[in-house]
């Protein structure tokens, strides 16, 4: 089984996340990197599936994203992952999804998979739009919100559990095909530190858009269909109320706490 | 303060930062308040590879720095003590083997150590010799001929031994005669259910109560010469020169002790309000808030020189016990400095802060008492100077 997993670098959440530049852009010096916690999930789902079915088996990394990514790149390929490929051009700065999905779905034409794995959405950008203009790109099936994806490789097909909001569709399709992962495929692993050893020899191969089958003048910045005008933290939340006490106390201070603010 | 890591020394810092907390930090008060090890936990860190970062390559180790080791051992102090100390007191047990061992022990000795099955313990010292270590008095009797001994038996009993009895694999010291003072110490690899060997009392502890630390008494618990570590008499050598690597570990935990006790401090002094402002207006109290942060910054530059001095391959007798010193003590007067801060609620055992610094006072008595450590550094001043 030959997997693309699709990561993207995203600010680390946990150090506050993103701020965003004079430009609208990402303000990347601000905050240290990570790999976008949905990727990771669909990473680990990868990681999964070519541990069921090793021989043959690879699982590349594939991200489009400043120069600064290979370094982001490395703890998920410390979790497994056999290589990466790293498209970045200063060209691309700037890129909206549109983009983003053109010169993936660019550099997919040059690898060999099975499956495309990929995110629901980023923490970032929170779009949630580029795997399926992915797959529209390269015209493959696309299932979505994945909560369980069993392949068959005899039969070329794979099945997926796709979250519905009354539970789930099970969907089939041939490989290849592209999935976008949810986190209830199950938490990714932690990189062990012979996997972090083992990272330092793993390639990152780097491509610009000159590398790509792409007419350069149809993405990036230059020509990106949206752009950020402004952004607004929202407001802090106000003091919060812990109520204590027996079940029925609870109950009593939560009515009239509603009731205080005319909600019931 | 992170500039000069390698990216894998970055990675390894993040993930043992992000196993601390969602690993160990969940039950850490509970574990200490029931004086419960979790051995779940010390599995798991071996699935990870902590039971093996800083050993080399060339054994089955991670073949990480020893700086690398540090920011490890920093962050699992800084969210669980007890099994920070677990942990360290493993890899001192096992860095003697690394050093000393023969093929044949390491490949039957290390492999489940390594992997985090076998958990190991060290033991030197006993009732009557902790400080002056020489003068342990726990026999080691030759079996067979003199010149070509085939076996041991051990008698005596040691205290205070940490991972006991959960442990497997303990790195036992004894003595050849107790008249050869520290040239008859002896060191060996002994195994839980050697029959002769069983366990005594369980220390009831201040601090890092989730640690165990048992009695072990030898009553003519024999060994094979296989299990012998180093030659006969080297085994003081053997200990001392584990320590200084242990010692170094110790401090990087210390190292997180105190920065936890900081950032809990810092974050409660924003938080808490009173006479009308936030506590952290008061000069006085940023005052404090700025002399522990100089005591984090302090404890854990020498730390981390230490450990550049050990992967130079230098010598860290010094280093060692500078770092441990000045981080133990460090973590004791943040720790004690954060429950002051807290107030009452620093004096609860259910906020956590009380247990920094209960877990801090152990640490400038065990590897080395920090008198001990004067000693050392003043011995290696008046050697510098050809003293
Ligand atoms: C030089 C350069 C600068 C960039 N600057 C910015 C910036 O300032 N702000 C910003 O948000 N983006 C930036 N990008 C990345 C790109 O423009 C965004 O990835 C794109 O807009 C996707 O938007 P989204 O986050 O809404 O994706 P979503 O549609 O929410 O992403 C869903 C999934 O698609 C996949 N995916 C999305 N983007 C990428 C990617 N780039 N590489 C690989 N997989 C991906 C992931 O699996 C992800 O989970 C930059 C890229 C380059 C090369
Ligand atoms: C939590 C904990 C875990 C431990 N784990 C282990 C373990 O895993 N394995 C193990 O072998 N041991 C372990 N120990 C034992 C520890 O190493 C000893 O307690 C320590 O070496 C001190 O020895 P002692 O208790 O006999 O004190 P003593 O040596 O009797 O010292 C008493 C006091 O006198 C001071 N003192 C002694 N000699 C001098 C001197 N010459 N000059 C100035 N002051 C001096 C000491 O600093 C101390 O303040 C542990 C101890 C603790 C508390």
């Known amino acids: 089984m030959r997997i693309v997993v699709l990561v993207k670098p995203v ?4 150090s506050g996340g993103e701020r965003l530049g004079a430009n609208g852009r990402l303000d990347r010096a601000a905050v240290p990197a990570v790999v976008n916690g949905n990727d990771e999930y669909a990473l680990e789902a990868a990681l999964k599936l070519t541990a069921a079915a090793p021989e043959g088996s690879e699982v590349t990394l594939l991200s489009m994203a400043p120069a600064s990514a290979p370094e982001t790149l490395r703890k ?27 010169v993936l779905a660019a550099a997919l034409k040059q690898l060999e998979f099975d499956l495309v794995l990929a995110g629901v959405d980023t923490s970032d950008g929170l779009g949630g739009t580029v795997p399926a203009a992915v797959a529209a790109y390269l015209g493959l099936p696309f299932l979505s919100y994945a909560a369980r994806i069993e392949p068959d490789e005899p039969a070329g097909t794979v099945r997926v559990r796709r979250i519905s909001p009354t539970g789930y569709d099970l969907l089939e399709a041939p490989m290849p095909a592209l999935i976008s992962c949810t986190q209830a495929l199950g938490e990714p692993r932690y990189p062990t ?7 330092r ?64 | 303060m992170s500039g000069d890591l390698t990216s894998e020394e ?3 810092q993040a993930t043992a930062r992000e196993f601390a907390i969602r690993e160990l930090a969940p039950g850490a008060i509970e574990r200490d308040e029931s004086e419960r090890y979790d051995r779940s936990l010390f599995t798991k860190m071996g699935e990870l590879g902590l039971t093996a970062a800083p050993l080399p390559e060339s054994v089955g180790g991670a073949g990480f720095s020893y700086l690398g080791w540090t ?26 083997v690394v050093a000393w061992g023969t093929p044949e022990q390491q490949a039957r000795w290390l492999p489940a150590m390594l992997s985090g099955e076998a958990l190991g313990a060290f033991a030197l010292t006993e009732p009557h010799a902790g400080s002056d270590a020489a003068a342990i008095r726990t026999r080691a009797e030759r079996l067979g001929p003199a010149d070509a001994p085939e076996g041991y038996r051990l008698s005596g009993t040691k205290i205070w031994i940490s991972n006991a009895p959960e442990a497997e694999r303990y790195l036992v010291f004894a003595t050849l005669d107790p008249a050869l003072g520290s040239k008859g110490i002896t060191a060996f690899l002994v195994e839980k259910g050697t029959p002769g060997f069983r366990f005594g009392a369980h220390e009831r502890k201040m601090g890092i109560r989730a640690c165990p630390a048992a009695e072990l008494v030898f009553d003519g618990a024999e060994v094979p010469v296989a299990n012998r570590l180093g030659g006969e008499g080297e085994g003081y050598r053997i200990a001392l020169s584990a320590l200084g690597e242990g010692r170094i570990s110790i401090a990087a935990a210390c190292v997180g002790i105190a920065r936890a006790g900081l950032d809990a401090a810092a974050r409660y002094l924003t938080e808490r309000h009173a006479f009308g402002a936030p506590l952290v207006e008061q000069q006085g109290l940023r005052f404090m808030l700025a002399e522990m942060a100089r005591e984090v910054a302090a404890a854990r530059a020498v730390t981390r020189e ?12 010094e280093a060692s016990s500078i770092a441990k010193w000045t981080a133990s003590d460090a973590a004791m007067r943040v720790a004690t400095d954060a429950v002051q801060l807290f107030g009452g609620s620093g004096y609860s055992r259910e906020t956590g802060i009380e247990r920094l610094m209960r877990d801090a006072k152990g640490a400038q008595i065990y590897e080395g008492t920090n008198q001990i450590h004067r000693l050392i550094v003043a011995d290696e001043v008046l050697r510098s100077i050809g003293g």
């Open chain 1, 11 to 14: 600010p680390d959440p946990a």
């Open chain 1, 76 to 102: 998920a390929l410390a979790m497994g992952a056999t290589r990466g490929v790293h498209v970045t051009d200063p060209a691309l700065a700037g890129s909206c999804a549109v983009s983003t999905a053109k």
């Open chain 1, 193 to 199: 530190l012979k996997g972090i050893m083992a990272a």
């Open chain 1, 201 to 264: 020899s793993k390639e990152i191969a780097t491509r610009s858009l000159a590398d790509l089958e792409l007419d350069p003048s149809t993405v990036g910045g230059a020509v990106a269909t949206t752009q950020v005008l402004a952004t607004k933290v929202p407001p802090a939340r106000g003091a919060t109320e812990v109520v204590r006490g027996t079940p029925d106390e609870g109950a009593t201070r939560i009515v009239e706490f509603l009731a205080q603010r005319r909600i019931i």
């Open chain 2, 10 to 12: 970055r990675l390894l």
């Open chain 2, 71 to 96: 920011l490890v051992m920093e962050e699992l102090g800084a969210v669980d003590m007890a099994m920070a100390v677990s942990l360290s007191v493993h890899l001192l047990s096992q860095y003697p």
């Open chain 2, 306 to 317: 230490a450990a550049r001095a050990k992967d130079r391959g230098e010598p860290i007798a």
